[in-house]
């Protein structure tokens, strides 16, 4: 066990972690430099494309150092906030962590909300500097703010390339040298906890163990605590790349783990497996279900595909237990799915799955978080659809749930965040300036405004220099509204919103001038209205098309009217109707973009 | 039932900007060049084409027939009495251009039998001709009007509405003239732009602007006032016409009867007795056609054929007769027809009439002929 270490890579988006883990393999031996992939341990297809990680994973490396051969477990673990409680389980299942920071971008959000999450889990840290090789690299800037914002000693950080390689063999040797070797007791009864879990189409559930005492072996009928499930392990083994089995893995070693688990959902992050005649296991970690905070609808874009639509939610949903989905009807959308998401990044990239590996086409509604209306009796219940939002005077009072939003911002930007901070509603908690020349504000604010293109916004603003990072901080009582949008009169459900009463007005206006643009002229006048209840707030209309009509019909040439009238139609298809009003489905993308 | 032969003359003197129809310009058309072609097609559809006598109205249309000239067209006339004998019994219709309505062509059209001519006017305003890039002006218009008349012909006129600057005024005008002219059926159109047409071209240089649906639907409404005022049935979204006076030719379409059509982009229909409609259309363009380019066809079961005449009936504006439509389309009820017309009488573009005996576009609704049609064909 003195020959073991297992470490994490922590940092913010994009400042180096998977290449870093390339560079780390290729120098133990694992990856040669024909495996010329890109970080290597990106493996889905979004993952590759869009160059983040979404799923943890762990290697095993051999590392040979005066004389001792090492065992090295890397854990990859996801960056986004969308994330964090993954990332907190990956954590735990190390005793070490590179802190790795890039040269030229300096310490962001992530780089401290990761810090402090390895700290709560009691990791060694070593601050290692990235991209030296960069041109404005700025090394000796990035240690004084890595010193004054987290007060680490950075006498002993680590400079390196993950790109061209320089420092890695020095990197190497600090991991065996500063990282401790892991507690724990081999002949204690087995419990390992669950890092991460997928399913692979040959092997069923796959899931990533740190093993804390005791063995595991094929063979071995195990529980899992929090499901109070049983199961027989199959196959134990590490990833070095590829997966390879062992006989056993041993306290200390991470690695994998099946057994004839069906579903992701029965072998959640954070659970602890133990032998399953061992009545008085205690969990390694206390376990927490991961709740969805951002919940949108779902609708096939063409009503026959809704068995689909239901199909590929059920597989999606084997792989990834923390959407959650359950059947909706919409008036204007037909029948689809409300869809519960860990985040906005979970939002897109379920969506882009289910468009891109199920092949389906599909319409997303507006995102909504999950609010508390108290009933005058005192009662009180969850609401994460504006449609079912009660009227002004049907309940008592409601309360949204609050972030602590941390953000990170060169000083000149300073005056433009506050003030985007202030209109989304927030109340500032802290300001401080560990360097000259970037701030770190801290902000409460309701989690709807940051699901609203909040983070768009910041980006923009800042030019792209401002990171944001969040934690939950419970609810709080708010003035809210639903705020609906009418066609004709007709309430379109699928578009209605929960807003705050002061942005009512504003957001009513800017949504009919938005499904102004999107509704084309019909045989009638259109008329679009925003409404509280009863009380029409905003409106506006879309004059009606005087005619639709092409007279002429050459010499009986009838297949070809035809087809003109048929090629109409075909553009229709992509209309769904409320009431007697056609609504191209791009309006229903509209709302997203409200801000 | 009766069938109709419609002979496509693709000749034109020179291309309107807006007109992306199949014809050839500028060179002395190739008369027997083109009678040759016919004849070899008329061989080649064999039974369809084998009696004349069944062939109840004649068409002939272009293009611009009447670009063959006087002798021209005696000649075409001549070889369809030889071919098609005793075809045209109900009504025989040549397509002529106002610049060619002179004493000559209009005498030799009535020396070979011909009853009616559809006089492509469009306007009689010169400076609307202008912008249309036609080759006649307003007095060549009258002058041809009148001359159809000493001839014993009668005439349908065409107007186009909705070309820039046209007023409702002088639309009004243009129907006053056509009518004091003699004219005793009318088609309307809209000015429709072909995409392939020279007209977007002469709009990115500045010198057109594309028509605007308001103005025209407006226009198109000021034209139906201005046509019934004066007698007119509206009976056809495009066509009005004086009691007795409607296009007999055109009628066949809206009735799901057949026709037979010759020359390049000739359109042909034939029905089975299940209701079954193969359609033919012929390859555009003289020369494809002539090198004997194969026929674009659609075949449509008894269903499918049905959907489609629920629509081109409904062109007629005084109602799809429903006996004769179930007559002619046996696989569907008129259950089928409540259902199939449901949401657009529930739209208010539909409607019942005689108690059941007709079905049809509610009056003002025919501007939307399309939308219905896209719907019903859905
Ligand atoms: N020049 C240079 N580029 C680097 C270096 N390390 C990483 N990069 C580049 O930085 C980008 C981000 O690298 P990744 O390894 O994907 O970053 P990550 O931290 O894993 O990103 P997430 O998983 O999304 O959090 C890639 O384009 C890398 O090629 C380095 O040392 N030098
Ligand atoms: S509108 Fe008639 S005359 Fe003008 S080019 Fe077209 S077919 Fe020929
Ligand atoms: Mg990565």
């Excluded at chain 1, 922590?10 to 870093?20: M, P, V, Y």
């Excluded at chain 1, 095993?60 to 986004?80: A, C, K, Q, S």
């Excluded at chain 1, 939002?347 to 507006?366: C, G, V």
């Excluded at chain 2, 009936?313 to 569907?332: K, N, S």
């Amino acid at each position: 066990m003195s020959a073991i270490r297992s470490f994490c890579i922590i940092a913010h988006i994009d400042h180096g972690k998977s290449t870093l883990a390339d560079r780390l393999m290729e120098a133990t031996g694992l990856l040669t430099s024909r495996d010329k992939t890109e970080q290597y341990l990106d493996r889905m297809d979004i993952e590759r494309e869009r160059g983040i990680t979404i799923k943890a994973q762990a290697v095993r490396m051999r590392h040979v150092h005066e004389g001792v051969e090492y065992e090295l477990n890397l854990i990859d673990t996801p960056g986004h906030v969308d994330f964090t409680y993954e990332v907190s389980r990956s954590l735990a299942a190390c005793d070490g962590a590179l802190l790795v920071v890039d040269a030229t971008q300096g310490v962001e959000a992530q780089t401290l909300a990761n810090l402090y999450l390895a700290l709560d889990a009691g990791l060694e840290i070593i601050p290692v500097i990235n991209k030296i090789d960069l041109p404005s690299a700025d090394p000796d800037r990035v240690r004084e703010e890595i010193e004054e914002t987290i007060g680490l000693d950075t006498t002993d950080a680590l400079l390196v390339s993950a790109k061209t390689g320089i420092g890695i063999e020095a990197l190497l040797t600090a991991i065996i040298e500063r990282f401790p070797a892991p507690r724990g007791d081999r002949d204690a009864p087995m419990r390992a906890l669950i890092v991460d879990s997928w399913w692979d189409a040959y092997r069923g559930v796959i899931s990533i163990v740190r093993v804390v005492d005791g063995r595991m072996r094929p063979g071995d009928r195990v529980r899992l605590l929090a499901t109070g499930k049983t199961y027989d392990v199959l196959d134990v083994g590490a990833f070095a790349p590829d997966a390879l089995s062992y006989p056993e893995l041993s306290a200390g070693e991470v690695g994998y783990l099946t057994a004839n688990v069906k579903e992701v959902a029965d072998s959640k992050v954070g659970d602890t497996v133990a032998l399953a005649d061992d009545a008085n296991a205690v969990p390694v970690l206390g376990f927490k279900e991961v709740q969805p905070m951002v919940f949108a609808g779902v609708f096939p874009s063409d009503s026959v595909d809704y068995p689909a639509l239901r199909d590929a939610l059920s597989k999606l949903s084997l792989n990834d237990a923390s959407v959650s989905w359950e059947p909706e009807s919409s008036s204007a959308l037909g029948f689809g799915y409300r869809l519960g998401f860990l985040g906005l990044l979970h939002m897109e990239i379920i969506q882009e799955r289910l468009e891109r590996e199920y092949d389906l086409d599909i319409i997303t509604t507006a995102p909504s978080v999950k609010y508390q209306i108290y009933q005058r009796d005192g009662s009180m219940a969850l609401i994460d659809n504006p449609a079912k939002m009660p009227d002004p005077g049907g309940f008592d009072f409601i309360e949204e749930p609050m972030i602590v939003a941390r953000i990170q911002v060169p000083e000149e930007f300073l005056g433009a965040i506050i003030k985007l901070c202030q209109d989304r509603r927030g109340v500032q908690v802290d300001l401080k300036f560990p360097t000259a020349r970037r701030a770190h504000l801290t902000y409460k604010l309701p989690l709807a405004e940051i699901v609203f293109g909040f983070y768009d916004q910041l980006k923009s603003i800042s030019r792209g220099y401002a990171s944001l990072d969040y934690e939950m901080a419970g609810y709080e009582r708010a003035d809210l509204v639903r705020l609906d949008l009418l066609v004709n009169g007709e309430r379109v459900d699928a578009l209605s919103l929960i807003t705050h009463r002061s942005n009512a007005f504003a957001r009513g206006r800017d949504l009919c001038s938005k499904m102004k643009e999107e509704i084309p002229p019909q045989q009638f006048e259109v008329a679009i209205q925003a409404a509280i209840g009863a009380k029409i707030i905003a409106r506006t209309n879309v004059k009606a098309l005087r005619k639709n009509v092409l007279a002429k019909c050459y010499g009986g040439d009838i297949s070809r009217k035809r087809k003109l009238l048929e090629k109409q139609k075909r553009g229709k298809k992509r209309l769904k109707a409320v009431g007697n009003v056609e609504i191209p489905q791009s309006a229903f993308h509209a709302i997203l973009k409200l801000d | 039932m009766s069938r109709g032969l419609y002979i496509h003359v693709p000749f034109c003197a020179r291309a309107c900007p807006y007109c992306d129809f199949d014809f050839v310009v500028g060179r002395a058309p190739d008369l027997d060049g083109y009678l040759e072609g016919l004849s070899r097609e008329a061989d080649q559809r064999g039974e369809e084409a084998a009696s004349g006598r069944r062939f109840a109205t004649v068409y002939v249309g272009g293009g611009t027939p009447s670009s063959l000239g006087a002798a021209g067209l005696s000649a075409l006339m001549r070889w369809i009495e030889r071919r098609f004998p005793g075809a045209g019994g109900d009504e025989i219709t040549v397509e002529v251009n106002p610049e060619h309505a002179d004493m000559r062509l209009l005498g030799a059209l009535a020396a070979a039998g011909v009853g009616r001519i559809s006089m492509g006017i469009q306007t009689f305003e010169d400076a609307g001709l202008r912008e249309l890039g036609r080759a006649h002006s307003g007095a060549e218009a009258a002058v041809g009007l009148q001359t159809a008349r000493t001839q014993g012909l009668r005439v349908s006129s065409d107007l186009i509405v909705g070309w820039r600057g046209q007023t409702p005024t002088s639309l009004r005008d243009d129907v006053a003239r056509a009518i004091d002219g003699g004219a005793e059926h009318v088609s309307v159109y809209a000015l429709t732009i072909e995409e392939r047409s020279a007209w977007p071209k002469l709009v990115r240089r500045g010198l057109r602007v594309l028509p605007d649906d308001d103005h025209q639907a407006e226009l198109l409404v000021v034209a139906e006032e201005a046509l019934t005022a004066a007698g007119f049935t509206h009976y056809e979204v495009a066509s009005y016409a004086l009691g007795g006076a409607q296009a007999r030719h055109n009628m066949l379409y809206w009735t799901w009867q057949e026709y037979l059509g010759l020359g390049p982009s000739g359109s042909s229909a034939r029905y089975a007795r299940d209701g079954s409609v193969r359609r033919r259309t012929n390859a555009r363009g003289l020369a494809a056609w002539a090198a004997g380019a194969p026929p674009e066809e659609v075949a449509l079961g008894p269903v499918e054929a049905a959907i489609e005449g629920l629509w081109v009936g409904l062109r007629r504006l005084t109602g799809l007769e429903v006996e004769d439509f179930l007559a002619r389309f046996p696989a569907v009820d008129r259950g089928w027809i409540e259902r199939r017309s449901a949401s657009q009488r529930a739209r208010g573009n539909l409607e019942w009439a005689e108690q059941g005996r007709l079905l049809r576009v509610v009056a003002g609704r025919w501007l939307w002929h399309d939308s219905i049609g896209a719907d019903l064909l859905g």
